[in-house]
Antibody, heavy 121, light 110 residues
Framework: EVQLVQSGAEVKKPGESLKISCKGSGYTFTGYWIGWVRQLPGKGLEWMGFIFPGDSDTRYSPSFGGHVTISADKSINTAFLQWSSLKASDTAIYYC??????????????WGQGTLVTVPS | QSVLTQPPSVSAAPGQKVTISCSGSSSNIGNNYLSWYQQLPGTAPKLLIYENNKRPSGIPDRFSGSKSGTSATLGITGLQTGDQADYYCGTWDSTLSALVFGGGTKLTVL
């Protein structure tokens, strides 16, 4: 059974750093892209970027590149999303999801449970 | 403003049928496959439809997808109260080089 298990909720202060995780199991972790999706409170889904753990090839959405860093450690089947300096506007739920990509057939087939990040202003 | 346009809300009675539209352009829906996601209240999104009209294992055939040109439609028949959720369409946008989602449609089963 494919599973993506994310790290727990976080409460941080503006300016602090943070790294959240997403551990995959039940499939060959190095063979699929892992994406990150943001959901602001009461809002829709926004793609942030994805990584191919096999070779750490990483792509960022133009809206998020430079503000977050996506990485992966294939030895522990885990992908990461990190911030060096959080802002109150980063308060959101962050989902990781396995990404299927082939010949314009792009979709997320399995999702993590989400990690709530709260940065009080 | 989302790249893909969905109605903010739709509603129908139990047992009835509802459709949710997703409108885009040639840089996204027109030249790429579309997927649909269901997000029940307080839970993570779940894949409902992929490659325009395919259902993952475990998704009932009450859910269907179609695409024509730069628009797509999600259909749900035999509505149940458990179908109340937010529904999102998504695809790749070749001009933006980004995965894009619709703004989401809230389904209410009256």
């Amino acid at each position: 059974e494919v599973q993506l298990v994310q790290s727990g909720a976080e409460v941080k202060k503006p300016g602090e750093s943070l790294k959240i995780s997403c551990k995959g199991s039940g499939y060959t972790f190095t063979g699929y892209w892992i994406g990150w999706v943001r959901q602001l409170p009461g809002k829709g889904l926004e793609w942030m970027g994805f990584i191919f753990p096999g070779d750490s090839d990483t792509r960022y959405s133009p809206s998020f590149g430079g503000h977050v860093t996506i990485s992966a450690d294939k030895s522990i089947n885990t992908a990461f999303l990190q911030w060096s300096s959080l802002k109150a506007s980063d308060t959101a739920i962050y989902y990781c999801a396995r990404f299927q990509s082939a010949a314009a057939k792009d979709y997320f087939d399995y999702w993590g449970q989400g990690t709530l990040v709260t940065v009080p202003s | 403003q989302s790249v893909l346009t969905q109605p903010p809300s739709v509603s129908a009675a139990p047992g009835q049928k509802v459709t949710i539209s997703c409108s885009g352009s040639s840089s996204n829906i027109g030249n790429n496959y579309l997927s649909w996601y269901q997000q029940l209240p307080g839970t993570a999104p779940k894949l409902l439809i992929y490659e325009n009209n395919k259902r993952p294992s475990g998704i009932p055939d009450r859910f269907s997808g179609s695409k024509s040109g730069t628009s797509a439609t999600l259909g749900i028949t035999g509505l149940q109260t458990g179908d109340q959720a937010d529904y999102y369409c998504g695809t790749w946008d070749s001009t933006l080089s980004a995965l894009v989602f619709g703004g989401g449609t809230k389904l209410t089963v009256l």
